[in-house]
T-cell receptor, first 119, second 110 residues
Framework: GAVVSQHPSRVICKSGTSVKIECRSL??????MFWYRQFPKQSLMLMAT?????????EQGVEKDKFLINHASLTLSTLTVTSAHPEDSSFYIC???????????????FGPGTRLTVT | TQLLEQSPQFLSIQEGENLTVYCNSS?????LQWYRQEPGEGPVLLVT???GGEVKKLKRLTFQFGDARKDSSLHITAAQPGDTGLYLC??????????WGAGTKLIIKP
């Protein structure tokens, strides 16, 4: 159980275009999902917390107009990188918290990540 | 601000050797989690420690939570090349967001 999928796993886009990344909890409901960015050989950097049915909470320094997050259902959150530039190239990872297991609600289950390359 | 300091940042050892990775903080955490991440993949949860002084074993991996719940360690016995990866410790803050250590890049040479 507790499987999170991400799509696509790898995407290459041209500078100035937008890219949408999907994060799905496959066998549980997740009122809260998290989006991370990871640079090579570094730890995860939290970008934003996505809450079902409400606006996402962005971390300091993350442009909310550039990284649009939509959490329209209990199993799906999307991250759209708008007007992408080469510096947005990175590994983007989502995670989800199981809403039903309140006793261990601190645990997050991670997707496999999306490698974005902007040319 | 809660911080997690992980050490060492990089470790390269021969197959069969033992090693320990540390995760330290000046703050108390309700729990700490250890993840392993391989290149191009998301982190995979290895274990969650919740009780001060708790010891959990996962085959050749032994995880310990400090009595004061401010630190944790991961000990690997007789390391194998398959143990190679990035090991991350993390703990939840009051909003259930995870605070991450910087990670330990582990390479086990055959």
């Amino acid at each position: 159980g507790a499987v999170v999928s991400q799509h696509p796993s790898r995407v290459i886009c041209k500078s100035g275009t937008s890219v949408k990344i999907e994060c799905r909890s496959l066998d549980f409901q997740a009122t809260t999902m998290f989006w991370y960015r990871q640079f090579p050989k570094q730890s995860l950097m939290l970008m934003a917390t996505s809450n079902e049915g409400s606006k996402a909470t962005y971390e300091q320094g993350v442009e909310k107009d550039k990284f649009l997050i939509n959490h329209a259902s209990l199993t799906l959150s999307t991250l759209t990188v708008t007007s992408a530039h080469p510096e947005d190239s990175s590994f983007y990872i989502c995670s989800a918290r199981d809403s039903t297991t309140a006793a261990r609600s601190y645990e997050q289950y991670f997707g496999p990540g999306t490698r974005l390359t902007v040319t | 601000t809660q911080l997690l300091e992980q050490s060492p940042q990089f470790l390269s050892i021969q197959e069969g050797e033992n090693l320990t990775v540390y995760c330290n903080s000046s703050s108390v955490f309700s729990s700490l989690q250890w993840y392993r991440q391989e290149p191009g993949e998301g982190p995979v949860l290895l274990v969650t420690v919740v009780t001060g002084g708790e010891v959990k074993k996962l085959k050749r991996l032994t995880f310990q939570f400090g009595d004061a719940r401010k630190d944790s360690s991961l000990h690997i016995t007789a390391a194998q090349p398959g143990d190679t990866g990035l090991y991350l410790c993390a703990g939840p803050d009051s909003n259930y967001q995870l605070i991450w250590g910087a990670g330990t890049k582990l390479i086990i040479k055959p």
